[in-house]
């Protein structure tokens, strides 16, 4: 039996959804999306199909500020008998949530474990976070029209997110940290041109614990495999998931990696149409060990503080870090990345004034590149 949970993110007010359109992103979009990439893993992994009755769908809705948010799906789902029964009989629990749910979902999740809906001694539990807003919004974004004189508290709290010392983050910092320690498998997923969530932020780069897989979710039509920006994130993203330090190049590097807000380019919203994205998340949870369940684990959560502008300087050190660092260099693999990485900055020509000044930035390192 297999419980898919879906929660959607913030929404703007009904004001502005009349000139922006209605949200796409919903509650029961997410739980299909996870439904269709579980049997989709299990028949071309496995050879098994799974039937719907297999599945049950729980699309828990409701607006507001983080915690008013959790107090409302709680409710919710206590008193919706049959999903509380789906909920606790399940053998699998995949959890998919965007943006603003982020934390909400975290915070609701330790609330299911603490009264023990939720056993992970006998439930595998997958939380899948697309451009989650762990570490707030791009911080340019505070002085949004949007922001200052149409949208309520539930908007402006978003921005309580960007200092790790708010109390709105510590308790989600202290949510994340018990999920992670009791064994819940979280599926980071930050999308590369995102117009409202820096990369850092959907995948908390200052958050470690094995059971964190981070990944980048990229359009299609700016993709290319010999691309040095994207590959270099990759590279990035790939340190951070074998438990290697990136040395703070995901952080510098996220400024640059801003959508439009004001067009249809970017990602914050065609993350969760791509089907793919679910089903890393499934993987993740089937294919890597499990940790914590006898021996719980800590996770180690930096202090973080976002920057309206980031020093630039901090990028070649950020890469000088990377390749004095013995673990990436004697890696067989890792080191011949590097030497990979050096031919497509070489061919490298940026098209954009902030992605020129990138590759400037790192010249110096070319000798090491």
Known sequence: KI??????GWFPMKLVRSVMGEPTGTSEKFCEQMSMAAKYYFESEHGVKIHDNSITMIPLQGEGKV??????????????????????SADVILWATHSQGTPVSTLLLRRLLDRE??????QAVSLLAMAGICYGPFPTLKGSLIVK??????ARE?????????TISQKFADSLGYILRRGIKTTLIGSMQDQV????SAIMTGTSHPNILRGMYIDSHIYSQDDFLISIISFALRLRNVGLSDHGLLTHISEVLAGNLYSLEGGHSTIYEEL????????????TAPFDLITPMEAKIDPFQSKVRLNPFYLPWAMRGIFDDTRISNDPILSQELKNLKV?????????AKLREIKFRLEPLKAKL
């Open 3 to 8: 419980a898919v949970v879906g929660v959607h």
């Open 67 to 88: 915690e008013e948010r959790v107090d409302k799906l709680f409710n919710s789902l206590v008193n919706n008998p049959a999903w509380m029964s789906a909920l606790i």
């Open 117 to 122: 809906l939720v056993n992970v001694q006998r």
């Open 149 to 154: 004189y149409f949208e309520a508290d539930a």
């Open 158 to 166: 978003l921005f309580e997110f960007m200092d790790s010392n708010s």
């Open 197 to 200: 969530v820096p990369l850092y």
């Open 276 to 287: 793919d994205v679910y089903v890393i998340a499934v993987r993740h949870l089937f294919e």
């Open 344 to 352: 497509l900055y070489d061919s490298w020509s940026p098209a954009s």
